[in-house]
């Protein structure tokens, strides 16, 4: 079982800048598949950034360039670091954990980013 646990929202002026981390407890953590999603109100959740076992990365078109996603092995840590906050990343960020071997998929509880002026 593993546990994830997300910080670094708050309120954000347009233009900002965030970091978001999210620890997980547990063993094994390289293993896994570790991505940002988020949901905005009214919205279906989305896959932000993805960072596989050997650190490759991919991301939603929206935030190419803005958003960066990391990993800590050290610290059981993923990181998603925002700039150039816009109004429409407002939205509950959650942390996603998978581990396709095994079939094992959790989630944090969210943290909530909001930009506005």
């Known amino acids: 079982q593993v546990q994830l646990v997300e910080s670094g929202g708050g309120l954000v002026q347009p233009g900002g800048s965030l970091r978001l981390s999210c620890v997980a407890s547990g063993s094994f953590f390289s293993l896994y598949t570790m991505a940002w999603y988020r949901q905005a109100q009214g919205k279906q959740r989305e896959l932000v950034a993805r960072?596989?076992?050997?650190?490759?990365?991919n991301y939603t078109d929206s935030v190419k360039g803005r958003f960066t996603i990391s990993r800590d092995n050290a610290k059981n840590t993923v990181y998603l670091q925002m700039n150039s906050l816009k109004t429409e990343d407002t939205a509950v960020y959650y942390c996603?954990?998978?581990?396709?071997?095994?079939?094992?998929?959790?989630w944090g509880q969210g943290t909530q980013v909001t930009v506005s002026s």
């Open positions: 960072i596989s076992r050997g650190s490759s990365t």
């Open positions: 996603n954990a998978v581990r396709v071997t095994l079939g094992n998929n959790y």
